[in-house]
């Protein structure tokens, strides 16, 4: 079993356990005796990236998590509770999920609005996080394109997850749709979300190179059926900037990966 760091003494935020997906009444199976523990680190969270070739099943883990989705067979848990109405976490995917009706600052605050929280202070609380992601100014616009940005309107998503939930961030490919400019810059946001807010973010890409800059452990996933089949720790400094891309370790990182893609099938 592949473990972040296990500590029989600190509970587990994420836990995916025995975790097999069929379709079709088990002839075939998409994932199949998958286990992975992600270890709560309080104060201090952590940056998980998941990598794979399509289909192998990156998407789905996070479903799991999420509660968007149960597996065939095994079980799912979120700070040590299976997933359910009362522990779900919120996800940004790739496709901008704003509600185009609502203003920014409605749709960031919306997951407090259903848990009955009065208007000022949700408000209160949605405008810090409106703060932390540079939407200070555009807080009463509708939350549509071209209104805000394609960037722009990532950033409602995030802040939108982080205030229903702030210890775990789910993110599905968040910027494939975004120009390299906006990519970069969203990639420094949430370099600053994790060292200020301390989130557990688990985050998928096909893309090596920011795999490398964002994360603190990398998983790599086979597919046919889907396994983990390598773990990579990221040994770069905590805080991050542009910068470490020209360090010779960064680019190491980048061909070790790459490489283990390789070794493992799931690069040609």
């Known amino acids: 079993m592949i473990k972040f760091n296990d500590n029989p003494n600190q509970q587990n935020i994420v836990e995916l356990r025995g975790i097999s997906q069929s379709y079709d009444g088990g002839k075939n199976y998409i994932i199949k005796d998958l286990n992975l523990l992600i270890e ?12 794979g ?3 192998s099943g990156k998407s789905t883990l996070l479903r799991y998590i999420a509660g968007l989705q149960e597996p065939t067979t095994g079980t799912v848990k979120v700070k040590g509770k299976p997933v359910g109405a009362d522990n779900r976490v919120s996800m940004v995917f790739q496709q901008y999920s704003s509600l185009p009706w609502m203003s920014v600052l409605d749709n960031v605050s919306l997951a407090m609005r259903y848990k009955g929280i009065s208007e ?21 616009k509708y939350a549509q394109y071209p209104t805000l940005s394609g960037g722009q309107l990532q950033r409602v998503a995030i802040g939108r997850s982080l205030l229903a939930n702030s210890e775990i961030l789910l993110m599905d490919e968040p910027f494939g749709a975004l120009d390299v400019k906006t990519r970069l810059q969203m990639q420094d946001l949430l ?3 994790w060292n200020k807010m301390h989130p557990t973010i688990i985050f998928v890409t096909h893309d090596i ?19 983990i089949a ?23 990182l980048v061909h070790e990966v790459e490489d283990r893609m390789v070794s493992v099938g799931e690069l040609g």
């Open 53 to 55: 070739m399509s289909g």
């Open 191 to 193: 370099t600053s979300i």
């Open 120 to 140: 000022k202070e949700r408000n209160e609380k949605a405008m810090e996080i409106i703060e932390i992601m540079g939407l200070k100014g555009h807080e009463h």
């Open 230 to 252: 390598e773990h990579i720790h990221v040994d770069l400094p905590f805080n991050r900037t542009r910068q470490i891309k020209r360090d010779p370790r960064f680019i190491e």
């Open 40 to 51: 709560d680190k309080p104060n201090q969270g952590q940056f998980i990236v998941i990598l």
């Open 209 to 227: 190179s920011e795999a490398v800059y964002l994360a603190e452990d990398i998983y790599i996933l086979k597919s046919a059926p889907s396994h």
